[in-house]
């Protein structure tokens, strides 16, 4: 059975010019990607997004302007979905209350999720996993060169 997997994610760029990585571990698989996940039947994309941010950085968060969609199919690598994903900026409404890490898949506080931050001049391709997230990252930087 094929169908559409709608995710939606965030890209919290913080004062330092640094954008915020999710490392995961889920399935067997480790992976880095934006926070963010799949959208609930019923629920809008932003409050998707608020609710993301809560669940995974507890923190309340103000979307911002959209910045990309996928445009190419992408399949899960988790299931025979079709990943569509949605890009937001988003701020956080008060300071993050995380620990940060500066190793990928630093894991070692017990958990399957650890957050880090990438200094913008030094962002590439290669500090995410998945396409859609390469894309993005690409985007961005073509952005910020204008």
């Known amino acids: ?13 913080n004062e330092k010019h640094e954008l915020l990585i999710s490392d995961e571990k889920e399935e067997g698989k480790e992976f880095s990607k934006f926070p963010g996940g799949g959208l609930e039947l019923g629920e809008g994309l932003r409050d998707a997004l608020i609710r993301e941010f809560m669940e995974e950085c507890s923190v309340d968060i103000e979307v911002g ?9 992408e399949k899960s690598v988790f299931n025979e979905s ?20 500066t190793r990928v898949f630093d894991f070692d506080h017990g958990g399957m999720q650890s957050f880090r931050w990438v200094a ?15 894309t993005v990252v690409s985007l961005l930087l073509s952005q910020m060169q204008l």
């Open 120 to 134: 913008l001049n030094k962002l590439s391709a290669d500090d995410v996993t998945f396409k859609t997230d390469k």
């Open 82 to 101: 079709q990943v569509i994903s949605i890009y937001y900026f988003v701020k956080p409404l008060k300071p993050l209350e995380l620990e940060f890490t």
């Open 1 to 13: 059975m094929s169908y559409f997997n709608v995710r939606v994610y965030g890209l919290l760029i």
């Open 65 to 73: 302007n959209h910045f990309y969609t996928t445009d190419f199919y």
